[in-house]
């Protein structure tokens, strides 16, 4: 079995005392904007503001508005990938829907077209609309019960759609469907289309906290097990697999920056979530619906910041390890005079 070494956090009341703290120091930012696109996204109050640590080993650490539901929207990409991953294996995952960067918009048909039709990575649309496509079940709407299912597992409660953003989305997901009719053209969508993309916008209605967000990103923390249910949802190889994706495509053209800046594996969605995860340590789920250009909530960048370098989170980080002297041999000490 591989061993893994990631260090601790904090004990509980600093863990507690740093997260308000967070919230406190990033509740006066008003940059951004709310989504628009989404018709119904537009309505979101923008004063609303929600934090919450999940430990990987059970406490949840939630201050602010982190109990609010809002659509969870691209962040359940990671989660079904993962549950995709455990069904089918990471080889035949990886090979129909690819691991790398595009370098391009989320929602990119050149990248389709500069890669004959094949989608480069499960965190743009093209290739989430690849990975729903292989969601066990023998029809659609077992696909569909099969991911509300698993994803409520990672949340450790039972989760439901929101019928109102589901009928905004259906409404205006055009792009998305010409995606799914380009995909198949090229072989590389073996279902009905338009019955994977009502999926897949199904799945990006489902309603979370940012409380969620944290017990979910945990349980791909922990190797699987879900911090509160106790509950394996998926294997630790398939968490693996999962943060390699999200570290190098989960804030898609913008990810080389996130990580040089925070150093975490992360998704965000266009409703104003983020989850960013420290194997073996535990996750961040936050809420804030005022988004920078890119798409990503403006407070819950700034907070997850803080708590990574407050808590010591970010995956890249190190110190020097200094051997004690009696360790040291006679030829080794002399050297070092």
Same mark, same amino acid.
């Given at each position: =079995? ?5 260090? *601790?956090?904090? #004990?509980?009341?600093?863990? &507690? &005392? ?20 989404? %018709? ?8 609303? +503001?929600? !934090? ?16 609010? &539901? +809002? ?22 995952? /990886? ?14 048909? =050149? ?22 496509? !292989? =969601?066990?079940?023998?029809? +659609?709407? &077992? ?8 994803? *409520?597992r990672f949340a450790g409660r039972q989760l439901e759609l929101d019928g109102e953003v589901f009928r905004s989305e259906s409404a205006t997901n055009t792009r998305n469907k010409a995606i799914a ?16 993309v009502d999926v897949y916008t199904r799945q990006c209605a489902l309603r979370v906290s940012a409380r969620d967000l944290a017990v979910m990103g945990a349980t791909l923390a922990d190797g699987g ?25 989960? =804030?898609?053209?913008? *990810?080389?920056?996130?990580? +040089?800046?925070? #150093?975490? %594996? ?21 809420? /804030?619906a005022r988004l920078d250009r890119a798409g990503n909530s403006v407070r819950g960048q700034r907070a997850t910041a803080h708590l990574s370098r407050a808590l010591g989170l970010n995956v890249f980080?190190? *110190? ?7 360790? !040291? ?9």
């Amino acid at each position: =079995m591989q061993e893994v070494s990631t260090g *601790s956090l904090p #004990g509980w009341h600093r863990v &507690e &005392e740093l997260v308000r703290k967070a919230h406190a120091r990033n509740l006066a930012h008003d940059e951004g904007v709310v989504a628009s696109y989404i %018709p119904v996204l537009a309505h979101a109050d923008p004063e609303r +503001f929600g !934090l919450c640590v999940a430990e990987a080993d059970g406490p949840v650490h939630a201050v602010g508005d982190s109990d609010l &539901e +809002f659509s969870v929207q691209s962040i359940s990409k990671a989660f079904v990938f993962a549950l995709v991953c455990q069904a089918w294996g990471r080889e035949v995952v /990886s090979d129909r829907v690819g691991v790398n960067n595009t370098g391009l918009a989320f929602n990119s048909v =050149m990248a389709l077209e500069l890669n004959d039709g094949h989608p480069m990575n499960p965190m743009v649309n093209a290739g989430a609309l690849a990975t729903t496509a !292989l =969601m066990p079940g023998e029809s +659609f709407a &077992e696909q569909w019960e099969n991911l509300r299912s698993g994803l *409520s597992r990672f949340a450790g409660r039972q989760l439901e759609l929101d019928g109102e953003v589901f009928r905004s989305e259906s409404a205006t997901n055009t792009r998305n469907k010409a995606i799914a009719r380009l995909l198949q053209s090229y072989g590389h969508l073996e279902l009905d289309p338009l019955g994977v993309v009502d999926v897949y916008t199904r799945q990006c209605a489902l309603r979370v906290s940012a409380r969620d967000l944290a017990v979910m990103g945990a349980t791909l923390a922990d190797g699987g097990v879900n911090p509160v249910t106790g509950d394996q949802v998926v294997s630790g190889q398939v968490c693996q697999d999962t943060l390699a994706v999200l570290a190098s495509t989960g =804030m898609y053209e913008r *990810s080389g920056r996130w990580l +040089f800046e925070i #150093g975490l %594996p992360a998704k965000s969605g266009v409703s104003g979530g983020i989850v960013a995860i420290a194997p073996g340590k535990g996750a961040i789920g936050t809420y /804030s619906a005022r988004l920078d250009r890119a798409g990503n909530s403006v407070r819950g960048q700034r907070a997850t910041a803080h708590l990574s370098r407050a808590l010591g989170l970010n995956v890249f980080a190190s *110190s020097a390890h200094v051997p004690p002297r009696a360790a !040291l041999s006679p030829k080794r000490t002399e050297h070092a005079r």
